[in-house]
């Protein structure tokens, strides 16, 4: 049969998906060329927002409107809704979606072709949940688990996920609810991952993790049958890292989300010493203010913040450091978001995303009166992107004369004359083509002129 997955959320999400489909391909079944064709119709889930829970519930419900009504020329498809939005629902997903074929949550990948099959036979309303602590399945039932083939970009880019699930619980986030404990993947399989997808010419890699930086302080990543690291490293990730750069032809390595206590010397260390890894991080702050910071349970202050922030600069000048902000948490003030807005002064922020709070069921500020107006959030979030334009302007106009190297991705999405990539610091950059140029080719390109979060140039 043809299947067909619309993916919501995070890159994880995104990895997912992909090994789905390396499932569903190695059951027999194909990749539809789109939603109008396939008989398998798969919606990969988020609820870390509640927009983002709305939308993934709502294209399910249309597809299984496809089987009420019998408007699939192909016949009635099989609808199915995976991941976190499953998890955090339960049984109550079927009041939601009645005529809905199956639902898996997290770490439970592994059964969808079989409940394919019960589906193609008749059965409805199937629903599988893992535990806090089950080790995840399906992820690797691909060869090295790598992406199906045919899979969009996977001869140069893909996505690995190094660790599942999170432990830090913090008050406004349910990942650690619908996602589980964490649980690190040996760091023998990841590294045999990468090598399998640098055999099949993919040239960059992006390690993901709810907060990748705590990879191997849950489980062990790395046994005694493993060999000491070359480099006298003792820490999990850096580690890896490490072993990583060393395979042959790998280019570049990213990495997401991290938390300002993974900023140690080693990883710093790695940074310097192995060109490989990207000279970007993501570290989310949400908040600027101690009094928020505590009460978000984030287990870190102000100042531990901004040292983190200045031990990644303090070797390179240009290292991107990106974040993610909340505003309008239960109970912030005037000075707690005069606070933030000064932090990501002090930071000098490459780029940030901004988010209005929303309560998520289950959590511990759920129970927290929701006291700061949806006016007062709109106003707090235009203020900060206004002030993020201003920064990123400022710090993208020093680049200005330099000489990037620039990781090809294709055609501009806004000007296809033009093309685009990233450097090192996952810089957008656009530049004028010449002949011969194709994706996943590194250039030299000749910043000539920025905006907030763009870099224009020629080639060198």
Aim: hydrophobic share 35%.
């Amino acid at each position: 049969m043809k299947y067909h997955i619309h993916t919501y959320g995070c890159q994880m999400n995104v990895r997912e998906s992909e090994a789905v489909a390396a499932l569903l391909e190695a059951a027999g079944h194909v990749r539809a060329a789109g939603e109008a064709e396939a008989e398998i119709l798969i919606v990969n889930s988020c609820t870390v927002r509640d927009m983002a829970e709305r939308k993934a519930i709502g294209k399910c419900g249309n597809l299984c409107a496809l089987k009420r009504d019998g408007r699939n020329w192909k016949g009635l498809p099989i609808v199915g809704l995976i991941g976190c939005a499953v998890t955090r629902l339960g049984e109550k997903v079927f009041d939601q979606l009645p005529h809905l074929d199956f639902a898996v949550g997290s770490r439970r990948y592994g059964l969808i072709p079989a409940l394919v099959n019960r589906a193609a036979m008749g059965e409805t309303r199937m629903l599988e949940i893992s535990g806090p602590d089950e080790i995840p399945t399906g992820l690797d039932a691909h060869p090295q688990g790598l992406p199906a083939e045919g899979a969009p970009d996977v001869n140069f880019q893909a996505f690995v996920t190094i660790l599942l699930g999170c432990d830090n619980r913090c008050s406004y986030c349910i990942v650690p609810d619908v996602r589980g404990h964490e649980y690190s993947r040996p760091a023998r399989e990841v590294v045999e991952e990468v090598r399998g997808l640098v055999g099949r010419g993919v040239k960059e890699v992006c390690l993901l993790g709810q907060s990748v930086l705590r990879y191997g302080l849950r489980n062990k990543a790395w046994t005694a049958d493993d060999a000491p690291s070359p480099g006298g490293y003792t820490e999990a990730f850096p580690r890896l890292l490490e072993s990583l750069a060393a395979i042959p032809g790998l280019e570049r390595i990213r990495f997401t989300s991290a938390h300002p206590k993974g900023c140690t010397d080693e990883l710093v260390r790695a940074y310097r010493e192995f060109p490989q890894v990207c000279r970007h991080l993501h570290l989310p702050v949400q908040s600027g203010s101690d009094r928020v910071l505590a009460e978000m349970g984030r287990h870190y202050t102000r100042a531990e913040y901004l040292a983190a922030v200045t031990k990644l600069r303090a070797f390179d000048p240009e290292f991107a450091v990106t974040t993610d902000v909340i505003v309008g948490y239960p109970g912030e003030t005037t000075e707690d978001f005069e606070a933030t807005r000064s932090l990501m002064d002090e930071a000098g922020f490459d780029n940030a995303f901004v988010f209005k709070y929303s309560p998520r069921p289950g959590t511990r500020s759920a129970a927290l009166p929701d006291d700061v107006s949806t006016a007062e959030k709109e106003r707090r979030d235009q203020v900060l992107l206004a002030d993020q334009e201003v920064r990123g302007q400022a710090r993208n106009e020093k680049l200005v004369g330099t000489v990037r190297e620039v990781l090809v991705e294709g055609p501009s999405p806004r000007n296809p004359a033009r093309w685009s990539g990233r450097d090192s610091g996952n810089r957008i950059v656009v530049f004028t083509p010449c002949e011969g140029i194709i994706k996943g080719q590194r250039v030299q390109v000749k910043i000539t002129s920025a905006r907030p979060q763009t870099l224009l140039g020629e080639l060198a």
